[in-house]
């Protein structure tokens, strides 16, 4: 699996600059790159997640260049993610670009800590995009696509009451706050909510609070006006406004900080925003979806999260069980992401041995559902026969090897089951993205390839 955080094209006719760029960016995106506009028209064919274009760029070395590239994937894909490079003194012309159609611009000479945040932003706008495309393909492809028994897996007692309260909440427009442990779910359980609403048709905004800079996290869900703050060239509307008419998922709500408290709180009561920047109010129309893995209440007790917001947004509240709580859904949702690791990798169809599936139901699943998919993921892609077996297992689930860290080892072995643990949790916490797994322990793409090739993961 690839640790990049997707695939960027780069169109600049200065070698060096290009060089520059390539450099500083490789280690994070899967780069392409390009000196001239016919070159760039030629990669766009590749459609790449994002792009990074300059605005004079050769044959004629005029800002038209750049603008006729930028209307160029613009019409391949009106939702393409699009970022202008600008020299001094053209000004005018970025905006003219962002008036096109351009996510956002920076201007030369370059700062690599602005363009990655830009290109991070860039990327969070683009899965949005994908997704809320997605979402609109399923639910236009049956009747039945966008129903919660066909997103969730699972027989259990708990399973069933799940769904059952899905379905007494999915026609409120109150506030819903999903509660359980890292890896259960709980997007998965805000998404049929939505799908089974009346504002299926509409966008499904999913926000993951904890990602969110603190110095940004106002800006990226009320939006912000032109020259609110050193960068703001263009307003742009914020994750609620984007919602509109639809369902706003705010995930791990707990780490908003006291100022996102405070306005969230006037968000839903008055049902308007304003921008960061802004002098007026803007109406807004969301359902909100809100989901925890802490104890909100013991934070509302030491004072870090807002008691009346507490309460605003914890109107249902649905708890979401453990997967080791969910008594005989872990052979079913195993051979679920079997099926669908298969299909999307263009695999003949797999089966699990007896054995391994017994080995899949005596682990613990600390890390939960997204653990377990995570799990079988690897399964797939390293067996090459037809049924997969105990050996082909991530190594922290093949036989043997609770008796291995039962006996006395050394600390070089010590060090490294925990280090083993340690990446194990990491990446299930992440979904099985290695980037981000990365990012919360610290590690460059390096070490983090090492690591994984030394533990088989």
């Known amino acids: ?69 930028l209307r160029h994937v613009r019409r391949r894909d009106p939702e393409a993610t699009v970022v202008m490079m600008s020299g001094e ?69 708990a399973m069933r009451r799940l769904l059952r309260e899905i379905e007494k909440v999915a026609g409120s427009d109150a506030s819903v706050l999903l509660q359980g442990e890292s890896g259960t779910g709980k997007e998965l359980v805000a998404r049929a909510i939505h799908a089974s609403s009346a504002r299926k048709d509409r966008a499904f905004v999913a926000v993951n609070a904890s990602a969110l800079p603190e110095s940004l996290a106002e800006s990226e869900l009320f939006g912000h006006e032109k020259g609110a703050f050193t960068g703001a060239v263009a307003s742009r509307p914020g994750r609620f406004e984007l919602a509109q008419g639809g369902t706003l998922f705010l995930d791990e709500i707990g780490t908003l900080s006291p100022a996102v408290q ?89 089966r699990f041995s007896a054995a391994a599936l017994a080995r899949l139901e005596a682990h613990a699943w600390r890390g939960n559902v997204r653990e377990l998919s995570h799990a079988v993921e690897l399964a797939v892609l390293f067996c090459e026969a037809p049924e997969i077996g105990e050996e082909d297992l991530p190594r922290s689930l093949r036989p043997g090897r609770a008796a291995r860290t039962a006996a006395p080892k050394s600390y070089a072995g010590a060090v490294e089951d925990f280090e083993r643990r340690l990446l194990t949790d990491a990446i299930a916490a ?11 322990l610290g590690l460059d793409a390096n070490q983090i390839k090492y690591l994984c090739r030394k533990f088989g993961l």
């Open 1 to 69: 699996m690839s640790a990049s955080l997707g695939r960027l094209l780069i169109v600049d006719d200065d070698p060096y600059l290009l060089e520059q760029l390539t450099w500083a960016l490789k280690g994070r995106f899967t780069v392409s790159a390009a000196r001239d506009g016919p070159q760039g028209r030629a990669l766009c064919e590749a459609e790449p997640d994002l792009y990074l274009f300059d605005l004079r760029l050769p044959p004629s070395n005029q800002v038209r260049e750049g603008l006729d590239l």
């Open 89 to 157: 003194g053209e000004r005018a012309h970025a905006l003219e670009a962002v008036s096109l159609g351009a996510f956002d611009f920076f201007q030369k000479p370059i700062d690599t800590a602005e363009l990655l945040l830009i290109l991070h932003r860039a990327l969070e706008r683009r899965r949005l995009v994908v997704e809320n495309r997605e979402l609109r393909r399923e639910a236009g492809a049956s009747p039945a696509a966008g129903s919660p028994s066909s997103a969730l897996v699972g027989r259990s007692p």
């Open 262 to 350: 405070s306005k969230l709180l006037r968000a839903i009561e008055s049902r308007e925003i304003e921008r960061v920047g802004g002098q007026r109010s803007i109406p807004v129309d969301f359902r909100l979806v809100s989901a925890t893995n802490e104890d909100l209440e013991a934070r509302v007790a030491d004072g870090r999260f807002r008691e009346d917001l507490y309460y605003r947004i914890n109107t249902i509240p649905i708890a979401i069980a453990p997967l080791r709580e969910r008594e005989g859904d872990i052979p079913l949702l195993a051979e679920h992401f079997l099926e669908r690791v298969c299909e999307r990798e263009g695999l003949p169809k797999k």
């Open 430 to 440: 992440a979904g099985g993205v290695k980037a981000e797994a990365a990012r919360r």
